[in-house]
């Protein structure tokens, strides 16, 4: 097998999936309109991800995080309630 099969046979998956991705947002784009897409910060959890972010709501700026503030049970020293 040659190298230029071979890397063709290692990159087409990658070809297919950004192709479908593309086509996909196209679609939503035609029918909903132009998205506003940012970094969310769920509380709960202490993660952050990207997801779309409604007109109304403010994308999370990690500027202004301050990981002091976050109150996780496991890190204070006291037992997780939901575990007993």
Avoid: C, W
């Avoid at 063709?8 to 998956?13: K, Q, Y």
Wanted: hydrophobic share 40%; proline share 6%; net charge negative.
């Amino acid at each position: 097998m040659s190298a230029q099969i071979l890397a063709a046979v290692i990159l087409l998956p990658f070809l297919f999936v950004a192709l479908y991705a593309g086509i996909h947002e196209f679609l939503r784009f035609r029918s909903e309109g132009r998205a506003n897409y940012g970094l969310i910060f769920d509380e709960e959890t202490g993660t952050s991800y990207v997801t779309g972010i409604a007109e109304e709501e403010d994308a999370f700026d990690p500027d202004d995080f301050d990981p002091n503030d976050y109150n996780d049970p496991e890190v204070a020293g006291e037992p997780d309630e939901s575990k007993t």
